[in-house]
């Protein structure tokens, strides 16, 4: 950030870096406002990246495995099924949040799965 953003057009002081909340900017002492102000957001709700889920290992016979990768990806059982019979199949891709909800349920009922790129956040 430059200089001149930390400069407060009030008083001409120098702001401080300040987090408050879910708020994270720089801000005025002296006048008590922010100068600049930005909402904190989670560094996974601002990822765009778009990973693919790529099966390691499932049952095409568990029901909760077929019904868990049918939802995710949006093919019907029989796709699904087939999808769990293929070690390495895609079975979707998505953004990291859709992606993390996916990972924690199929790891509940134990389909094991890996994202390219790698998933950098933890499940
Ligand atoms: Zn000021």
Same mark, same amino acid.
């Given at each position: 950030?430059?200089?001149?953003?930390?400069?407060? &057009?009030?008083?001409?002081?120098? !702001?401080?870096?300040? @987090?408050?909340? #879910? &708020?994270?900017?720089?801000?005025?002492?002296?006048?008590? /406002?922010?100068? =600049?102000?930005?909402?904190?957001?989670?560094?996974?709700?601002?990822?765009?990246?778009?990973? #693919?889920?790529?099966?390691?290992?499932?049952? *095409? +016979?568990? /029901?909760?495995?077929?019904?868990?990768?049918?939802?995710?990806?949006?093919?019907? %059982?029989?796709?699904?099924? /087939?999808?769990?019979? @293929?070690?390495? #199949?895609?079975? *979707?891709? !998505?953004?990291? @949040? @859709?992606? &993390?909800? %996916?990972?924690?349920? #199929?790891?509940?009922? !134990? =389909? +094991?799965?890996?994202? =390219?790129?790698?998933?950098?956040?933890?499940?």
């Amino acid at each position: 950030m430059s200089a001149d953003l930390e400069e407060c &057009l009030d008083c001409g002081g120098r !702001g401080e870096l300040k @987090t408050e909340g #879910s &708020l994270y900017g720089i801000y005025c002492e002296a006048c008590d /406002k922010w100068i =600049v102000v930005t909402t904190n957001i989670e560094p996974i709700e601002a990822d765009t990246e778009l990973y #693919s889920v790529i099966l390691d290992c499932g049952d *095409f +016979e568990n /029901k909760e495995h077929v019904r868990i990768v049918s939802h995710a990806s949006g093919m019907n %059982f029989l796709q699904a099924r /087939k999808a769990l019979q @293929t070690r390495g #199949s895609e079975l *979707f891709s !998505g953004s990291a @949040t @859709t992606v &993390l909800d %996916f990972l924690r349920r #199929s790891k509940v009922v !134990g =389909v +094991e799965c890996h994202t =390219v790129p790698l998933f950098p956040y933890s499940v």
